[in-house]
């Protein structure tokens, strides 16, 4: 094996560059005579737009052109990539997201216009000189407002505000489970919306070139292929071989550069129609009103029991706010990966959930890293340990009681999914040896000793990534297939090329595709270059989202690179005068079995290129270039325990998270340290949920009131205890490399995990529920109101 | 940002009179507030005055029974001072905790009391020491300098110079701080000083306040117990999504002890 292939940790070789500030993003690219676009948004939540006047601003200095909605009517809207059915069958409403605002205005940042000018400053000058006349119309932002009678209505041909109303499972079944149980346990909770934040703003340059009529959009996306389909065919009708889409290196995605948006249309459609290059680079306060917000759940949630603790049926009433219009993923996400998540790792034999996904007068929602399962999680892992509570059962217990066993997989849910793998005791048993679970109640004692409210909490989850077989996901609504490609160029002095169709954005596949090409070709990942993010280079592939990339893109790669030790094999057995059969591919080397004869990588790829006479041309292609397209089976089925530890000043609320120990079984572990960094960021990002981050709308007119890192509270460093991480594998069926996938496990777990612990920290109060995020002054409120409740009793 | 005249004046005379030019002219020292100002286009300027070319304001000093600070030392030089650190640590912990190392490292004294945010540390130390503020034209008492939300008692084209600082016998400062900007929720600084016991309150209010009951129970006895009988009505306290008046009100008596244990420590 090589020393740098699969399983070891080797340092991600794309830090060098990003460390040091030789990243290579879009803003970087400078083109001659490009131009600069701003947006003009607007400032209410729900309008109608009654006049634009945009005579001043086009006569502003350096202007170069002013576009509204009526520029842009014949162009078709925003594309959804995935629509959904409803429970009656019938699809989803999905009114025209036009590029820029026609008629009227549905959120705070909705655009209205597009300036373009010869700096940011003049077109920036310029937007202040459009006139607008708005007529304000009362405004919704809050989901259950919505969905009530007489709410304020975003679309006049959408009822009630509701977009979808959507279900899985048995309704019936789930009825009489419910009818047999011995106690019903029942949750009412609110999972928040959230930001983004993706470290680089997104921003989008486009050039055109009129003698060919060739574009080319550079883009921060995670799935520039797909961003070539539904930004040129879909949204402006440039055919595929007419518009070229780079992504470069791109500062963090996390969902939100995985939907297209208006303005990536805008500044292509604008450079063709103005003959020079167009740039738009969103500012932060921008990217609050414009990217892609995530969750915002409002559900109900109740559990059956028998006398046991085990569990019965589950049902669940979600209702899902998916903003002011479709986003390209969005009705995707709170039904389809947000529903058949539900089983959790437990054997519940019945289950119904049924989500009304709801129009409101906010920034659309789509995926956030983990898109649909962490709110799963937290509905299941919140609803457990309220049945346990109930029931005076142990906690862990109850869990154990409802597992999954390891011997009962493949196991297919009541909710649509086939798991593979999984050993959930083990997970459990690695997680409370780390977390010194047992020897909790001591450190309570010493905290209580010292003021403080100590809490334990644990969460034993599963989640549902690597999409995605594209059968089932056309099934359910999506409108293309979900498989991943690549292409392995084998250079003719030995080393290799791989052009994949994922996307790198923080992941490390530039590390970690090189050391699994290089583990399967035997020779060192040093002597592979990955290629990505540039749909002229790379073949037709979907991209990086929901923990794909290494469970289908990995495989399309390790399927390439079969097909080249299979032609290998045969240009061997010229060589070395033996049948095609007798070679064997060992450690880098093509040898003839039980021979010493043989010929390296290196030699066969000389031979490839520089044919020798044995080389048969006539029935061998010469060159060693091949390409696979791979679509997985099934989804893969990452999952694992979680344990976090809390600390809470009931005199200020102030909360501290003392400990947090993942255990996660991801299948195969290609780098283990590139797998410890994604958990860590994705525990991280959760914890950010769980401990502050909540985008706050006023529900008097629909302002944004978290509108910068003022008022929407980012994780910091010193909010967060040292994470400790830990694996647990059961290799994955479902894709030949056995990984399961590791980018969002981390973010699916962490928020019930620390919301448990603050719970079980309050419940000397008798406090049952507290919704996230545990901010100061809510941990401090909901002490206060129980305190009162607990001298009573 | 909008288009502005850049002036930097040697001198605090030439400062002023550039000031004076125009009525739209703004001061600039550490910039931690304006330049994030400008830059949103939340403020148009016509001429900037820098008056970071000024030699001498920013001088750390003993000066009498206290210390006299230059209105352009930089909030980390007050932390790092040893100086500061011997004759008040209170004011050199409470610098140390401004803001982030960014900002500590470009704002000022100066800049931060001129522009009193009401979440800003400084007032705070200032009213609970008793400092008194000089200016290009005049002496002002830290109490009646702070006169309002994002107002001072300063005159256009007048300029902050420096602060003194009495020494008081013990200080202690103890903020809450807001979970996203970090800014103060509630913030008190308590000084026990010639003058007597001075508590003031930052953060909680449109304006820096000294809290009578609590200078009162305090002067019994000067230990944190003293102040359990405190109640701190939330009448007229700030509201937003992260404290509401009473979480406020409640954070500024329990802030008050731990100022309290801090001058002790």
Not at chain 1, 364 to 381: H, I, Q, S
Request: aromatic letters at 6%.
């Amino acid at each position: 094996m090589a020393q740098d292939g699969i399983g070891a940790a080797v340092r991600r070789r794309e830090d060098r560059r990003f460390l040091t500030g030789r990243g290579k993003y879009v803003h970087d690219i400078v083109l001659p005579r490009q131009l600069h676009a701003v947006f003009l948004r607007s400032p209410h939540a729900h309008a109608e737009i009654v006049a634009i006047d945009t005579a001043a601003a086009a006569a502003s200095p350096d202007v170069v052109a002013v576009f509204t909605a009526d520029d842009v009517a014949g162009l078709n809207g925003v594309p959804c990539a995935w629509g959904i059915a409803g429970k009656d069958g019938r699809p989803m409403k999905e009114p025209k997201h036009p590029l820029l605002a026609s008629g009227k205005v549905r959120h705070v940042g909705d655009p209205v216009a597009m300036i373009v000018a010869e700096s940011v400053a003049a077109a920036k000058n310029a937007a202040e000189r459009i006139a607008i006349e708005y007529r304000a119309l009362p405004a919704v932002t809050e989901v259950a407002e919505a969905a009530k009678p007489g709410a304020p209505q975003l679309y006049a041909d959408v009822p009630g505000n509701l977009c979808c109303d959507w279900a899985v499972g048995d309704a019936a079944a789930t009825a009489a489970a419910f009818a047999k149980a011995h106690h019903v346990a029942k949750l009412d909770l609110v999972n928040t919306r959230l930001v983004p934040n993706a470290m680089e703003p997104r921003a989008a340059l486009a050039d055109y070139e009129p003698a060919t009529g060739d574009f080319t959009l550079y883009t921060t996306t995670q799935l520039p292929h797909v961003a070539r389909v539904l930004i040129g065919v879909l949204m402006l009708g440039i055919p595929e071989r007419k518009l070229r889409v780079v992504a470069p290196d791109v500062g963090g995605g996390f969902g939100s550069k995985q939907v297209v948006y208006c303005e990536e249309g805008l500044v292509t459609w604008a450079a063709g129609r103005l003959g020079r290059p167009v740039k738009w680079v969103a500012e932060r306060s921008e990217a609050f009103v414009s990217d892609a917000q995530g969750r915002d759940h409002v559900t109900h949630a109740e559990l059956a029991l028998d006398r046991d603790g085990k569990f019965l049926g589950l049902r669940v009433s979600t209702l899902a706010n998916i903003g002011g219009y479709v986003s390209t993923f969005g009705p995707n996400i709170p039904t389809n990966l947000y529903g058949p998540l539900l089983a959790g790792v437990y054997t519940t034999p019945a289950i119904y959930c049924e989500v009304k996904v709801m129009f409101t007068n906010t920034v659309p929602t789509d995926a956030y890293r983990g898109a649909g399962r962490p709110e799963a999680t937290y509905v299941l892992e919140r609803l457990v340990d309220v049945a346990a509570r109930d029931l005076d059962l142990d906690r862990v217990d109850i869990r154990r009681r409802n597992f999954i066993p390891a011997n009962a997989f493949p196991y297919q849910t009541p909710v649509m999914l086939h798991y593979d793998t999984g050993d959930h005791e083990a997970t459990l048993a690695k997680a409370l040896e780390l977390s010194r679970w047992s020897g909790f109640a001591e450190r309570r004692r010493a905290a209580a000793a010292r003021g403080r409210l100590r809490g334990i909490g644990i969460v034993t989850y599963i989640e549902a990534c690597g999409l995605a077989p594209s059968r089932i996901a056309q099934q359910l609504g999506a409108r293309g297939g979900l498989f991943e490609s690549a292409n392995v160029r084998v250079n003719p002095s030995g080393d290799v090329t791989v052009f994949t169709g994922a996307h790198n954005h923080g992941q490390g596949h530039e590390t970690v595709f090189a050391q699994l090409v290089g583990e399967l070709l035997g020779v060192p990942s040093d002597s592979v270059e990955i290629v990505h993010g540039d749909t002229a280079r790379s073949p037709f592939g979907l991209g990086t989202y929901g923990s794909r990339s290494a469970a289908v893109g990995g495989a399309a790669i390790a399927k390439a690179v079969g097909k080249i030790i299979d032609k290998g094999r045969k240009i061997a057995g010229h060589l070395l005068e033996a049948s095609e059969q007798d070679i064997e591919f060992k450690e880098g080397y093509f040898g003839v079995a039980g021979t010493d004869r043989r010929k390296s990588f290196a030699e066969i790829a000389g031979a490839a290129y520089t044919p020798p006479p044995s080389y048969p041309l006539e029935t061998l292609e010469p060159g060693l270039e091949e390409t696979a397209f791979y679509d997985p089976v099934n989804f893969t089925f990452p999952g694992g325990c979680h344990v976090a530890e809390v600390e809470i000043d009931p005199t200020t609320g102030a909360l501290e998270v003392v400990s947090y120990v993942a255990v996660d079984d991801v299948g195969t572990v290609l780098n283990p340290m590139i797998v410890e960094g994604q958990i860590h960021g994705g525990v991280v990002q959760g914890l950010g949920q769980a401990l502050g981050e909540n985008c706050v709308y006023d529900r008097a007119n629909g302002q944004l009131l978290t509108g910068s890192f003022m008022d929407y509270c980012m994780p910091r460093a010193d909010d967060l205890p040292n994470i400790v991480v830990a694996t647990q594998s059961t290799p994955s069926r479902h894709n030949p490399i056995g990984v399961k996938g590791c980018g969002e496990v981390g973010t699916i777990a962490s928020p019930a995990t620390l919301m448990n612990a603050v719970v079980d920290a309050l419940a000397e109060y008798g406090i049952v529920h507290v919704d996230m995020p545990a901010s100061p002054q809510r941990l401090w409120q909901a002490i206060q109101t129980a305190v009162p409740r607990r001298a009573a009793q | 940002m909008y288009p502005f005249a850049y002036h930097r004046p040697a001198t605090v005379a030439e400062a002023v009179a550039r000031l004076r030019d125009s009525e739209e002219a703004r001061p600039l020292a550490g910039g931690q507030t304006l330049i994030p100002t400008l830059k949103q286009r939340l403020a148009s300027p016509d001429a900037l005055v820098d008056l970071k070319g000024i030699d001498g304001l920013d001088a750390i000093a003993a000066e009498g029974d206290g210390l006299r600070i230059g209105a352009l030392t930089r909030h980390a030089c007050v932390a790092a001072s040893p100086l500061v650190q011997d004759l008040i640590p209170a004011l050199a912990r409470l610098a140390a905790g401004i803001g982030d190392p960014q900002v500590r490292n470009r704002g000022t004294l100066g800049g931060s009391i001129a522009n009193n945010d009401p979440a800003s540390d400084y007032p705070a130390a200032l009213v609970g020491l008793g400092a008194v503020i000089g200016t290009s034209e005049r002496r002002i008492a830290a109490e009646d300098f702070f006169t309002g939300l994002f107002e001072t008692d300063l005159e256009p084209g007048e300029i902050v110079t420096e602060v003194w600082f009495p020494r008081p016998r013990r200080a202690g400062y103890a903020k809450f701080p807001n979970p996203a900007s970090r800014y103060a929720l509630a913030g008190v600084f308590v000084a026990d000083a010639a003058a007597g016991i001075r508590v003031a309150v930052t953060g909680a209010g449109p304006c820096v306040f000294r809290l009578a009951e609590a200078e009162r129970l305090l002067s019994t006895s000067f230990v944190p117990a003293a102040l359990e009988p405190l109640r701190v009505p939330a009448t007229g306290l700030n509201a937003d999504i992260h404290a509401d008046a009473n979480y406020r009100a409640h954070l500024v008596a329990v802030m008050a002890q731990r100022a309290v244990t801090a001058a002790l420590l």
